[in-house]
């Protein structure tokens, strides 16, 4: 149906959007993707142009995902920042149509989605690829992923200690004293990391900041940052030595500078494990290469849009 599309600002997405309704719709949505049929889910690799007079780049992330009906597209601008700098890394809006009209019925801000959708999938990947019995969650990085993966992963798992580090200590220090629960603030990344089961890195690195003669047999690295084929977050030894799993091939090998890089091969799609056509090689060093896929901003956007429709909607036209 036309009409001028509703605005849903970040606060109203935040509200809207909770892990427990968004994991299991991500985990079809993954699973959806690796069959391959593109008459269920049409998702090509973002188109990306560069920024290149402010170190940035503008990613176009178009999806149909015809079992569901939603189709959807987020622009997301992404910068490399200097140190120091307090300009946002990531800029995202999303925009939501009404698939038999081709209007767009949302226009919703796509910062809280790109935060809390990419903690969701890491969780999920967590969830399949971590030691069974995982107490230590390491998290390299203090940013907007910092928080939403704290989030989720506390949420979801009982991690008995959880520690930080980050390029500044005082972000670090402000991280833990800003987050619900104690965390132990590190002075380097290889103290952050030494004996832990579950490594999150969400950092704007370039260069390696997690290398494998750090890394403990069996830990679960999700590896979120590095998102340009040039850009790296893991080091050679690491990347070789690891079983990979990527949110997309065709992402991972577009985009992924640690894979690229590193010649390392790719075992499989995290869908693929969920639809159980590929094993989850937990007894291993797992690494999850997460690019962000425009299925999972598809699926958010859907689910907030509904929230609304059912609850916020109703609210303003009652008033
Ligand atoms: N895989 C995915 O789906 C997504 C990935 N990303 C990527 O995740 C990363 C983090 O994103 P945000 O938390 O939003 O960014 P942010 O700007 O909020 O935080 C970035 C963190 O990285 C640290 N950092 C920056 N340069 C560093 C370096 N050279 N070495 C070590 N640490 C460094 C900063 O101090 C900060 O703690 C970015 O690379 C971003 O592009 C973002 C959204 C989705
Ligand atoms: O999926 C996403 O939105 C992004 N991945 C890397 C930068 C932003």
Known sequence: MSGMPI??????VTRLLVYKDLIPRLEVALGMFSKRDSSEVIQPVRSVIPIQKHNGFLGLMPAYMAYEDTLCTKM???YKREKGSSLPSTQATVLLFDPEYGNVLAVMDGDAITAKRTAA?????AKLLMPAQSEVLSILGSGHQAFSHYEVFMETFGFKEVRVWSRRREMAERFASTVQGPVTVCSSAKDAVDGADVIVTVTNAVEPVLFGEWVKPGAHVAAVGACRPDWRELDDSLMRNAVVYVDSGEGAATESGDIILSGAKVFGELGEVINGSLPA???RITVFKSLGMGIQDAVSAKLVFEKWKSTECGTEKKN
């Open 7 to 12: 605005l849903l600002s970040k606060d109203v």
């Open 76 to 78: 997301v601008a992404f």
């Open 121 to 125: 999938v890491s969780a999920i990947s």
């Open 281 to 283: 090689q937990r007894e």
